[in-house]
């Protein structure tokens, strides 16, 4: 299992959480995903072997919100 931190851009409230949170863990081989406001990243844990960083930006992305 692997664990990562993303920068995200535009998250600012409750429903921003759920938004990335809810993209990420859709994806095969994510265990958890994070979102701390406060720091604008998302913790993720997942299996390498099933997914990619640049599938979970694009998720994120695909809510509309940008990766540093």
Known sequence: MEQT????????CGHCKASVEGALT???GI?????DLD???VDVSFDE???SV?????A?????????
């Not at 931190?5 to 600012?12: A, E, F, I, P, R």
């Not at 640049?54 to 694009?58: I, K, P, Q, R, V």
Request: glycine residues 8%.
């Open 5 to 12: 931190t993303l920068q995200v851009q535009g998250m600012t």
């Open 26 to 28: 859709e994806l095969k």
């Open 31 to 35: 265990t958890t995903a994070e979102v």
């Open 39 to 41: 720091k604008g990243t």
């Open 49 to 51: 072997k099933e997914v």
């Open 54 to 58: 640049e599938a979970m930006e694009d």
């Open 60 to 68: 994120i992305e695909e809510q509309g919100y940008d990766i540093q």
